[in-house]
Structures are given as C-alpha cells and as structure tokens.
C-alpha cells in the first residue's frame, strides 16, 4: 500500500471536519451526509483490508436506511453478505476516529495486528442508495479503494439487500445466483411463480399496494411489478418521486402506527411499505371503519414460520424449525409461536446481526425484528434434504410436493440479510396457498397495545442491560422500579435500553389495552428521567 499517497490524500481532500465521535453500530456509521467524506474515504481503504484478510470480495453500502436525508450513512458487508464481524467493527471505529495526522500508523497497526498480507489481492462491492449525498460519497470511497490499488465493482443505486446478494453472488462464483440487478429479479420472479397456488381463490385478491417509501426500492419494485404482471397486481405508490422516507416507510408506519402518504383509501386492502433502502417490510391496512391494523415484523415471522411447520411435517422430513425474535418482539406473537403452534423461540439482542447468528442455531431458523427486518436461513445439509425428498419416487406425492415447495421458498428467499421484497414475496405466496386475506391473517393473533417511548439523559451509558436487553443492571433501583410498575397491569411487559447513537433512552411497553400501555409507557419514562439523568422535559404520564 502507498502509505504516503493515503496520507497525502487524507490531509488535503479528506481531513477530518467534524468534533463528535463516530462509532461503528448495527447500522454501521449514520450521520448528516456533510461530515461522512473523510470516512468513506477511510472505510473504502478499511473493506480493502477485510477483503484482503478473508481472501474475498467485501461490501460497502452508503445508506441511512430509514432516515431522512440530509442523513447518510456506511457499512461493510463480510464475504458471507453477512454484517461485519464484531471484532472488526471496533477496528472501523479506531479508523474513523484517528487523527488526521495518525492515518497511517492506524492502518500500520491494523495491518500488523491482523497479520495482513499487503501484497494479497482485494475487491470491494460498491453500491449505495437513492440519496444525492450518495453520489459523493461513493466517490470518496472509490478514492480510498483505489488508493490501495484494489479492485473496486461500482453497482451504482442499489438496494442494500441486493448488494449482500451480489457479495455472496461474487463469492460463489454464481453458484448462488447471477450478481447482477437483473439476475436478482430473475431469480425472484422464477421462483415465486413457482410457488404460486394454482387453485382459485375464494378470500385472496392478487392485489396489492406497496409504498416504495420514495427511496431506491421504487426501482426494483417496479421491475417486479412488470415481470409478475400476471401473478401478482403491483400497486406502487411513494415511488421515487416524494421526499425519501418523509411520513412513508417502514419506520415510519411502524412507529407511528399510522398509513403512510398517499396509502389508498380502499377498505381492508392489502398494502406493504418497505423502508428506504428496502431491508425492511412491515404490512398495513384501514378496516371500514377507518381503523389503522399494522401487521409487523412479529405477524411475518410467526406467518413464515407456522407455514414451514406445515410443510415440513407433510413432508415427512425431520427438520428442527426455530424462531428468533427480540425484546421488542409483541408478547402475544411469543405465546402464539411457543404455545399454540409449538415452535422454539429465541431471544436475542437488538440487531439484525445478532438475530441472523442465533437463527443458525436451527436447521430452518426464521428470524424478525418487529421493525420488519428478517429473513429465513437454511442449512446447507438441510437444503440437501429437502431437494432430495422433492424428487425421490418413494414419497407420497404430497410429500414431494410439500418438499417442492420448501424448495421454491428457498429460492426466493435472501438468505444473506433482511430483503423486504424478498420477504414480500414469501409472504404473499403463503397468502396465496392458504387463501388467506389480510383480515384473516391478522386474526392469527391479536397483538397486546404497545408503546414506544425515547427519554433524553445527560449520558446514554449509565443504563446497562442483560437478557437480551429485557433486564436493567444499572443505574440501581430502576429495574426494581419497573418490577414494580410493570405488576400494576395485566399483561405488563416493559424494558429499556440505550440509543446506539444518541443521549436518549428507548422504553418499551405492552399491557392488554391501551389506556394502560399507555400509561406504563409513561410511568417507566418518568423512572428512567428520574433515575437515569433525564434532560429536558419531564416525560408525560397519562392520568
């Protein structure tokens, strides 16, 4: 590596502009898009580094998600299309901190430290999302990849799903699929229509509306909406044309528990909302009555799951199915999971990396955060079984057809990351094979009302958590108070947990009405403001 072109270009095109200190999360680096060149340029040399550790084509996405702009964003993407290792996000962070001045004894240090052959060859996966920030910033990255003399694959506007596809794609030389945006497509489309029910259809209308959140999932979406015009009516609307995220997507549905911008007006309509970089889904819809249902990450994975259960036990195989959810995940989604259907459930932290490790731990593992990020992996010895048992001449027919179609959901799903149209997909195949509406589906179970509430402290680290962030260790007194608070109401739940980015705490609470959740949701703000050093305005408590 030219240590002292990196230098140079690192002082004079990319000094370091901003005071805060960045650190690498869940959602790898997030801020306003105006403080993130000098970092990309970093992280581009970073991912040249991985890549040449592991031997492998690496990821780097720009992307905020969900947020709105001026907000952009960075993460890696390991060779697996899996999130970066642990280990390695504490070395991102030592990067993106650095002095300006000490750039080159930080990557002298990585380098030493991880025992990185320099002369190794390396390729880094560009993509980035809809974002006018994105178009500099991918230009910041490129300089800092090239500075190394590596190779960089600049896919332009993708979706964040499509560029752990495209990793993975590259690193198993197509053996999983064609690494290219019309491969992605294909390969969905393919799949899809053939799993789709034959049967005709008494309660399931092909009909449905989807907001595309006016990010970079409009592009693939409206691609989807061509090649499945016969299968599937796709209704796009906040197509690209809007402001990006602005009172749409996913996040913004599930939050606020209300209709996106421009949502139809039509009764009991099945509609979808995916979030700016299309890694997320939640489902909604307006009974006619004028009532907002949401149906969530919780009501997907449990729709997913119940339907692999079917499957597998007409197929006769022996397959351990597990579901993986978090704290955030509704009480009453466990108890039907657990109890009526009888699937294991695990609990882990919140982040989707934490969800996808535990999800191996099952032959089939269906994983979901609430916020509608998830997916379903499957084992590879498990892959083998199922194919097998669809073409073996000794089953029952209905075996080999209940293993077919486990294999075409194999196909359709992203087993790389959380892919909401992926997941929108699997989702209106079970739909279809159950012949199911979206009021149906919805009365699977009936979730407990819920809150979700910030408090503003003066320092986010005095609040430390365990059990997957439903216990409280520290400040003291404050999870003893929420004992207390939480066994006033039936069906009290309640946790809280620090921002990974801001001075804020998020309290959650489910209780079995509203009125009560509500006033939980306040009465642990209030303990938290309290006891944890809350700033600003004292949190409301509803009388």
Same mark, same amino acid.
């Given at each position: 590596?030219?240590?002292?072109?990196?230098?140079?270009?690192?002082?004079?095109?990319?000094?370091?502009?901003?005071?805060?200190?960045?650190?690498?999360?869940?959602?790898?680096?997030?801020?306003?898009?105006?403080?993130?060149?000098?970092?990309?340029?970093?992280?581009?040399?970073?991912?040249?580094?991985?890549?040449?550790?592991?031997?492998?084509?690496?990821?780097?996405?720009?992307?905020?998600?969900?947020?709105?702009?001026?907000?952009?964003?960075?993460?890696?993407?390991?060779?697996?299309?899996?999130?970066?290792?642990?280990?390695?996000?504490?070395?991102?962070?030592?990067?993106?901190?650095?002095?300006?001045?000490?750039?080159?004894?930080?990557?002298?240090?990585?380098?030493?430290?991880?025992?990185?052959?320099?002369?190794?060859?390396?390729?880094?996966?560009?993509?980035?999302?809809?974002?006018?920030?994105?178009?500099?910033?991918?230009?910041?990255?490129?300089?800092?990849?090239?500075?190394?003399?590596?190779?960089?694959?600049?896919?332009?506007?993708?979706?964040?799903?499509?560029?752990?596809?495209?990793?993975?794609?590259?690193?198993?030389?197509?053996?999983?699929?064609?690494?290219?945006?019309?491969?992605?497509?294909?390969?969905?489309?393919?799949?899809?229509?053939?799993?789709?029910?034959?049967?005709?259809?008494?309660?399931?209308?092909?009909?449905?509306?989807?907001?595309?959140?006016?990010?970079?999932?409009?592009?693939?979406?409206?691609?989807?909406?061509?090649?499945?015009?016969?299968?599937?009516?796709?209704?796009?609307?906040?197509?690209?044309?809007?402001?990006?995220?602005?009172?749409?997507?996913?996040?913004?549905?599930?939050?606020?528990?209300? !209709?996106?911008? *421009?949502?139809? $007006?039509? /009764?009991?309509?099945?509609? %979808?909302?995916?979030?700016?970089?299309?890694?997320? =889904? @939640?489902?909604?819809?307006?009974?006619?009555?004028?009532?907002?249902?949401?149906?969530?990450?919780?009501?997907?994975?449990?729709?997913?799951?119940?339907?692999?259960?079917?499957?597998?036990?007409?197929?006769?195989?022996?397959?351990?199915?597990?579901?993986?959810?978090?704290?955030?995940?509704?009480?009453?989604?466990?108890?039907?999971?657990?109890?009526?259907?009888?699937?294991?459930?695990?609990?882990?932290?919140?982040?989707?990396?934490?969800?996808?490790?535990?999800?191996?731990?099952?032959?089939?593992?269906?994983?979901?955060?609430?916020?509608?990020?998830?997916?379903?992996?499957?084992?590879?010895?498990?892959?083998?079984?199922?194919?097998?048992? !669809?073409?073996? *001449?000794?089953? $029952?027919? /209905?075996?080999?057809?209940? %293993?077919?179609?486990?294999?075409?959901?194999?196909? =359709? @799903?992203?087993?790389?990351?959380?892919?909401?149209?992926?997941?929108?997909?699997?989702?209106?195949?079970?739909?279809?094979?159950?012949?199911?509406?979206?009021?149906?589906?919805?009365?699977?179970?009936?979730?407990?009302?819920?809150?979700?509430?910030?408090?503003?402290?003066?320092?986010?680290?005095?609040?430390?958590?365990?059990?997957?962030?439903?216990?409280?260790?520290?400040?003291?007194?404050?999870?003893?108070?929420?004992?207390?608070?939480?066994?006033?109401?039936?069906?009290?739940?309640?946790?809280?947990?620090?921002?990974?980015?801001?001075?804020?705490?998020?309290?959650?609470?489910?209780?079995?009405?509203?009125?009560?959740?509500?006033?939980? !949701?306040?009465?642990?703000?209030?303990?938290?403001?309290?006891?944890?050093?809350?700033?600003?305005?004292?949190?409301?408590?509803?009388?």
């Amino acid at each position: 590596m030219n240590y002292s072109e990196i230098h140079n270009i690192s002082v004079t095109q990319y000094p370091n502009k901003c005071s805060r200190k960045f650190e690498y999360g869940t959602a790898g680096f997030r801020t306003r898009a105006e403080y993130l060149d000098h970092l990309l340029f970093r992280m581009g040399i970073l991912a040249v580094l991985r890549s040449k550790v592991k031997g492998a084509a690496v990821g780097l996405m720009i992307t905020a998600s969900h947020n709105e702009e001026p907000d952009n964003g960075v993460k890696l993407v390991d060779p697996n299309g899996e999130m970066l290792e642990t280990k390695w996000e504490t070395i991102a962070t030592s990067l993106a901190n650095a002095p300006d001045s000490e750039i080159v004894e930080t990557l002298k240090k990585i380098v030493n430290d991880n025992n990185i052959d320099e002369n190794a060859s390396a390729v880094v996966i560009l993509g980035r999302d809809s974002r006018q920030s994105g178009v500099g910033l991918s230009r910041s990255a490129i300089i800092g990849i090239k500075a190394t003399n590596a190779i960089v694959k600049d896919f332009g506007v993708i979706t964040t799903p499509q560029l752990h596809y495209f990793v993975v794609c590259i690193n198993t030389n197509g053996a999983y699929g064609e690494a290219t945006t019309n491969g992605y497509i294909s390969k969905l489309c393919r799949a899809f229509i053939k799993a789709k029910d034959s049967n005709t259809k008494n309660f399931y209308s092909k009909k449905l509306f989807v907001d595309a959140a006016n990010g970079v999932g409009a592009i693939v979406t409206k691609a989807l909406q061509k090649e499945l015009k016969d299968f599937l009516e796709i209704n796009l609307f906040n197509d690209g044309t809007g402001t990006l995220n602005h009172q749409c997507g996913a996040d913004y549905v599930k939050i606020n528990q209300v !209709a996106p911008i *421009n949502s139809p $007006t039509i /009764s009991n309509a099945r509609c %979808a909302t995916i979030d700016g970089d299309a890694d997320r =889904i @939640v489902y909604y819809y307006n009974d006619e009555n004028g009532k907002f249902h949401l149906l969530d990450g919780d009501k997907i994975a449990t729709l997913i799951a119940s339907y692999i259960k079917d499957l597998i036990e007409i197929s006769g195989l022996s397959i351990l199915l597990g579901l993986v959810q978090t704290a955030y995940a509704n009480g009453a989604s466990t108890n039907y999971i657990s109890g009526l259907l009888n699937i294991p459930v695990a609990c882990t932290d919140t982040g989707v990396k934490y969800l996808h490790q535990r999800a191996h731990e099952f032959d089939i593992g269906v994983y979901f955060e609430a916020n509608g990020h998830g997916t379903v992996i499957f084992k590879d010895k498990t892959v083998e079984l199922i194919q097998e048992a !669809a073409t073996n *001449n000794t089953c $029952t027919e /209905s075996q080999r057809k209940a %293993a077919l179609q486990l294999c075409n959901l194999i196909n =359709i @799903v992203n087993q790389t990351v959380g892919d909401a149209l992926s997941d929108m997909l699997i989702v209106e195949t079970i739909l279809d094979a159950r012949d199911w509406d979206i009021v149906t589906w919805n009365r699977s179970y009936i979730d407990f009302p819920n809150r979700q509430v910030k408090v503003h402290v003066k320092d986010r680290n005095v609040i430390k958590t365990t059990d997957a962030a439903r216990r409280c260790l520290s400040p003291p007194g404050l999870q003893e108070k929420i004992d207390e608070l939480v066994s006033r109401y039936s069906k009290g739940r309640s946790f809280v947990r620090p921002s990974g980015t801001e001075d804020v705490v998020r309290v959650y609470a489910e209780a079995e009405n509203s009125a009560d959740a509500d006033k939980l !949701a306040g009465e642990v703000s209030l303990a938290v403001y309290q006891l944890a050093h809350g700033v600003g305005p004292m949190p409301n408590v509803p009388l």
